[in-house]
């Protein structure tokens, strides 16, 4: 059954993602329909058994790119954000994808912490929102490249860009995002640390996993910081927010792709 609402979900994605602009109406709809199938697939996938779930590398994928897909349409009821629908909807298409090849493991969840939910829930929220930011930052550099450009080039990505915000509203939203996801992202780390004394009898678990994570909230920290005591913008605030985000790509998909593809190993 999950087979289904993937490959249908995917479907949906990648005509979205060719749709002109002028079918607006028609692309509100069909993403909505493809998130609602993408999100039922990705709970039966995950939450499909009874007292387990299984995660991987690609579920973690997965549910991050399904709210991005739901944050682009909230977002584009206010904003026109539809060059970011020319960047979310193929990667949510691969990203869905990936998780029929690689279903990732079943983990029990016979005597785990009943918090052990919420910290997997609270981590997944992080990543996403933080992951919806990155491609906000990536549509801002597009956007700031065209207007320095000074061009009007007719390409896959013009139009759109074209009919984007202005700069200042389009980094107003970003940093929205950021604070958002540095929150979660705090709140995953400090739950992280409670389980990891529960489990491991130590504070904290110096793996490749927390190592990353931690890298990565110095990076926001220090962007948030900067942006709030030294009014950092630009090209500097977009730097700061693909390298967190690639170190926490780095934590959270990357270690799971190398456990579970190039090691074959279970969750860890």
Same mark, same amino acid.
């Not at 539809?82 to 691969?94: I, K, S, T």
């Not at 981590?123 to 065209?146: C, D, I, N, P």
């Given at each position: %059954?999950?087979?289904?609402? *993937?490959? @249908? #979900?995917?479907? +949906?994605?990648?005509?979205?993602? !060719?749709? =002109?602009?002028?079918?607006?109406?028609?692309?509100?709809?069909?993403?909505?329909?493809?998130?609602?199938?993408?999100?039922?697939?990705?709970?039966?996938?995950?939450?499909?058994?009874?007292?387990?779930?299984?995660?991987?590398?690609?579920?973690?994928?997965?549910?991050?790119?399904?709210?991005?897909?739901?944050?682009?349409?909230?977002?584009?009821?206010?904003?026109?954000?539809?060059?970011?629908?020319?960047?979310? %909807?193929?990667?949510?298409? *691969?990203? @869905? #994808?990936?998780? +029929?090849?690689?279903?990732?493991? !079943?983990? =029990?969840?016979?005597?785990?912490?009943?918090?052990?939910?919420?910290?997997?829930?609270?981590?997944?929220?992080?990543?996403?929102?933080?992951?919806?930011?990155?491609?906000?930052?990536?549509?801002?550099?597009?956007?700031?490249?065209?207007?320095?450009?000074?061009?009007?080039?007719?390409?896959?990505?013009?139009?759109?860009?074209?009919?984007?915000?202005?700069?200042?509203?389009?980094?107003?939203?970003?940093?929205? %995002?950021?604070?958002?996801?540095?929150?979660?992202?705090?709140?995953?780390?400090?739950?992280?640390? !409670?389980?990891?004394?529960?489990?491991?009898?130590?504070?904290?678990?110096?793996?490749?996993?927390?190592?990353?994570?931690?890298?990565?909230?110095?990076?926001?920290?220090?962007?948030?910081?900067?942006?709030?005591?030294?009014?950092?913008?630009?090209?500097?605030?977009?730097?700061?927010?693909?390298?967190?985000?690639?170190?926490?790509?780095?934590?959270?998909?990357?270690?799971?792709?190398?456990?579970?593809?190039?090691?074959?190993?279970?969750?860890?």
């Amino acid at each position: %059954m999950q087979t289904s609402l *993937l490959f @249908a #979900a995917i479907a +949906l994605y990648l005509l979205c993602a !060719v749709l =002109p602009s002028r079918r607006a109406v028609l692309i509100s709809g069909l993403t909505a329909a493809a998130w609602l199938l993408h999100g039922a697939g990705l709970w039966s996938e995950v939450a499909g058994g009874a007292g387990t779930i299984r995660i991987g590398f690609a579920a973690m994928l997965s549910s991050a790119l399904w709210v991005s897909v739901g944050a682009y349409w909230i977002e584009n009821q206010n904003f026109s954000l539809d060059g970011m629908r020319r960047l979310v %909807m193929p990667n949510a298409a *691969l990203a @869905a #994808a990936l998780q +029929l090849g690689f279903p990732g493991s !079943v983990i =029990p969840l016979e005597g785990k912490s009943p918090l052990f939910g919420w910290h997997i829930a609270i981590a997944t929220l992080a990543y996403s929102t933080l992951t919806v930011a990155a491609f906000h930052a990536v549509l801002m550099a597009l956007q700031e490249k065209r207007l320095h450009a000074g061009t009007d080039s007719k390409s896959f990505m013009s139009g759109p860009l074209d009919r984007l915000p202005a700069l200042l509203t389009m980094e107003k939203l970003l940093f929205r %995002m950021i604070g958002i996801g540095f929150a979660l992202l705090s709140l995953t780390v400090l739950s992280g640390i !409670v389980f990891s004394e529960q489990l491991f009898g130590q504070a904290l678990k110096w793996d490749h996993k927390s190592v990353f994570t931690l890298m990565s909230w110095v990076l926001f920290a220090a962007l948030l910081a900067g942006r709030r005591f030294r009014g950092w913008r630009g090209k500097t605030a977009l730097s700061f927010t693909l390298a967190g985000f690639a170190t926490l790509l780095l934590a959270y998909v990357g270690s799971r792709f190398v456990f579970e593809v190039v090691l074959h190993k279970g969750w860890a």
